[in-house]
């Protein structure tokens, strides 16, 4: 007798090929194995199915009726079995309807997605997006189960576990920008100047402190803000029409100046760069569109990191 735990799946396989020549040489040379060792693995079947399976007759070797009950169901278990352990199949994006969630700030809604959204609907014009915003505590569940298909974000903020997989992307670092012609900042503002004028703050969670706000009173010293906001879609036009400072990170204020009547300084103060990554779950890391999406932030973000 013989159960599943016991018994070498792998016998089947030669099964079949004698099953198909009737005959254990060319059952082996079928195989690549030599005749005696199909003779024992034949040996090893018997055994284990409690059968003579192939009985010699004067014409030759003939299944017995436990064989013949057998050759359907084993080849199709062989066929589902092939099928499985096939690689994926390629994905097609022109075809695919699938729909990716992303986890990203205005920040990367802003510089990502006109581009990402542009290539999606030139090259696959059936993929939906859905972008959600950072949330204060790191997604991990959402990666995990699937709800959500990668993060973007600047690492040093995400804080992401190490179990999950990420990109780096570009980095950024802070700048300020102020309306043209400011009667007090017309060039690079000194650390004396940038504290005397009122400042704007962006600030997603209301809170009125951020990396500058921790650099200057390490200094001793204190800047007054005057307005925050949470996003950051109203920010160049109330820059526009105040004599405040902004400050916000380089590539934002790059283009913020393009449509608004703004210029560029750099902050006064040492602080580091910013590192954007990308980051998804190891359980998807080999998913072909899931690698089709990563591999297009990418590259978008390789041509935004030239710019």
């Given at each position: 007798?013989?159960?599943?735990?016991?018994?070498?799946?792998?016998?089947?396989?030669?099964?079949?090929?004698?099953?198909?020549?009737?005959?254990?040489?060319?059952?082996?040379?079928?195989?690549?194995?030599?005749?005696?060792?199909?003779?024992?693995?034949?040996?090893?079947?018997?055994?284990?199915?409690?059968?003579?399976?192939?009985?010699?007759?004067?014409?030759?070797?003939?299944?017995?009726?436990?064989?013949?009950?057998?050759?359907?169901?084993?080849?199709?278990?062989?066929?589902?079995?092939?099928?499985?352990?096939?690689?994926?199949?390629?994905?097609?994006?022109?075809?695919?309807?699938?729909?990716?969630?992303?986890?990203?700030?205005?920040?990367?809604?802003?510089?990502?997605?006109?581009?990402?959204?542009?290539?999606?609907?030139?090259?696959?014009?059936?993929?939906?997006?859905?972008?959600?915003?950072?949330?204060?505590?790191?997604?991990?569940?959402?990666?995990?189960?699937?709800s959500l298909d990668v993060v973007l974000g600047f690492e040093s903020v995400l804080k992401p576990p190490a179990h999950l997989r990420h990109q780096y992307l570009f980095s950024d670092r802070m700048a300020c920008v102020v309306r043209q012609g400011h009667p007090l900042i017309n060039k690079p503002p000194s650390l004396?100047?940038?504290?005397?004028?009122?400042?704007?703050?962006?600030?997603?969670?209301?809170?009125?402190?951020?990396?500058?706000?921790?650099?200057?009173?390490?200094?001793?010293?204190?800047?007054?803000?005057?307005?925050?906001?949470?996003?950051?879609?109203?920010?160049?036009?109330?820059?526009?029409?105040?004599?405040?400072?902004?400050?916000?990170?380089?590539?934002?204020?790059?283009?913020?100046?393009?449509?608004?009547?703004?210029?560029?300084?750099?902050?006064?103060?040492?602080?580091?760069?910013?590192?954007?990554?990308?980051?998804?779950?190891?359980?998807?890391?080999?998913?072909?569109?899931?690698?089709?999406?990563?591999?297009?932030?990418?590259?978008?973000?390789?041509?935004?990191?030239?710019?």
């Amino acid at each position: 007798m013989s159960n599943l735990r016991t018994f070498d799946l792998n016998l089947l396989v030669a099964f079949d090929a004698l099953m198909r020549d009737l005959n254990v040489t060319r059952a082996a040379e079928q195989m690549f194995i030599t005749q005696s060792a199909m003779s024992h693995i034949l040996q090893k079947l018997r055994q284990q199915l409690d059968d003579p399976l192939l009985v010699k007759t004067p014409s030759g070797m003939k299944p017995t009726a436990r064989a013949l009950a057998l050759i359907d169901p084993v080849r199709a278990l062989l066929a589902e079995t092939e099928r499985l352990i096939q690689p994926p199949l390629a994905f097609d994006a022109a075809t695919s309807q699938r729909r990716f969630v992303l986890a990203a700030t205005d920040y990367i809604e802003f510089l990502l997605m006109p581009e990402l959204s542009g290539l999606i609907e030139n090259i696959a014009p059936s993929i939906d997006l859905h972008v959600k915003r950072t949330e204060t505590s790191f997604p991990v569940a959402q990666l995990e189960n699937g709800s959500l298909d990668v993060v973007l974000g600047f690492e040093s903020v995400l804080k992401p576990p190490a179990h999950l997989r990420h990109q780096y992307l570009f980095s950024d670092r802070m700048a300020c920008v102020v309306r043209q012609g400011h009667p007090l900042i017309n060039k690079p503002p000194s650390l004396a100047e940038f504290v005397a004028v009122p400042h704007m703050l962006i600030s997603r969670t209301g809170s009125n402190l951020g990396i500058i706000d921790q650099e200057l009173t390490a200094m001793g010293l204190e800047r007054r803000i005057k307005l925050i906001v949470p996003h950051f879609l109203s920010a160049p036009l109330i820059v526009a029409k105040t004599d405040m400072i902004l400050s916000l990170p380089y590539r934002i204020a790059e283009q913020f100046t393009k449509f608004a009547p703004l210029i560029t300084f750099p902050v006064p103060i040492e602080l580091p760069e910013y590192d954007l990554c990308m980051i998804w779950h190891p359980l998807r890391d080999k998913d072909p569109a899931h690698q089709w999406l990563r591999g297009n932030i990418a590259e978008l973000c390789r041509d935004i990191d030239g710019l």
